[in-house]
């Protein structure tokens, strides 16, 4: 890990300099700077054009055990408010990397396929490679969530413990109330209205425009202590998926 954070931290500092480029090409000398809560460490910092702004990038490469850790944050105003995000949360990765027993390679062909059950509930995925598959609790679903601090809190106020992401995404909260807020809180994200699942009058779907000026549905309702939602290109298609994990967690 040592010899991989050293390699990776010299590629960075080799980058490719020039004055007329834009992103992702930097536009002044990359230079090392001190990282406060890392005497062992230094940053990367590289200035870049974005458009007709000037920002800066603190790029921080270590090593903790046999754990690469990288870390950057950009900033158009103070390049030293990057440096000081990278180190403050490289101080809370360390932290929780020490609490961390990875399982040995070997074991892991062990480790139980479904620990809680709920990923045979969830409608399962057409990748089920993808990296966004799986049982999750509730800090780990946050890597699923466009806005994590907000839905950080929406987990604990709901109770929140386990996530199953596949096809569909199934929140598992603590009673039927929670679910219904914490449907409300998810459902928050849709730029517009759209119609609700058919036969599911609790749900709620709405759109959004994405990358090219294309449309994504998504759709979410409950079930019990279950918030489940789905999310597609075509609004028929989502309603299909929705209607399919409401059977699902129905009738286990």
């Known amino acids: 890990a040592a010899g991989v954070a050293a390699g990776l931290n010299d590629g960075t500092l080799t980058m490719l300099v020039r004055t007329d480029?834009?992103?992702?090409?930097?536009?002044?000398?990359?230079?090392?700077?001190?990282?406060?809560?890392?005497?062992d460490a230094s940053a990367a910092l590289l200035t870049f054009r974005e458009g007709t702004q000037t920002v800066h990038e603190a790029i921080l490469i270590t090593a903790r055990g046999p754990f690469?850790?990288?870390?950057s944050a950009r900033t158009a105003t103070d390049p030293d408010a990057a440096v000081a995000l990278v180190a403050d949360t490289l101080a809370d990765q360390r932290a929780r990397l020490d609490t961390f027993t990875p399982t040995p390679a070997d074991q892991l062909v062990?480790?139980?396929r479904d620990p809680t059950g709920l990923a045979a509930r969830t409608v399962a995925a057409t990748d089920p490679t993808s990296l966004a598959s799986g049982t999750f609790?509730?800090?780990?679903?946050?890597?699923?969530q466009a806005d994590p601090m907000a839905a950080?809190?929406?987990?604990?106020?709901?109770?929140?413990?386990?996530?199953?992401?596949?096809?569909?995404?199934?929140?598992?909260?603590?009673?039927?109330?929670?679910?219904?807020t914490l449907a409300g809180q998810l459902g928050d994200n849709a730029a517009a209205e759209a119609a609700g699942v058919p036969g599911l009058p609790d749900s709620h779907c709405g759109s959004s425009v994405g990358?090219?000026?294309l449309a994504r549905y998504q759709c979410i309702a409950t079930f019990g202590r279950y918030v489940f939602t789905a999310?597609?290109?075509?609004?028929?298609?989502?309603?299909?998926?929705?209607a399919a994990q409401y059977l699902m967690l129905r009738g286990s």
């Open 21 to 39: 480029s834009s992103d992702p090409i930097p536009i002044e000398p990359i230079r090392t700077v001190p990282v406060p809560t890392a005497p």
């Open 68 to 71: 690469v850790l990288v870390h």
């Open 110 to 112: 062990a480790l139980p």
């Open 137 to 144: 609790d509730a800090h780990g679903a946050l890597h699923l």
């Open 152 to 180: 950080g809190a929406a987990f604990t106020d709901a109770g929140v413990d386990v996530v199953s992401a596949a096809l569909t995404t199934v929140y598992q909260s603590s009673d039927p109330a929670a679910a219904a």
């Open 211 to 213: 990358a090219g000026g």
């Open 231 to 242: 999310s597609s290109r075509d609004l028929n298609t989502a309603h299909q998926q929705v």
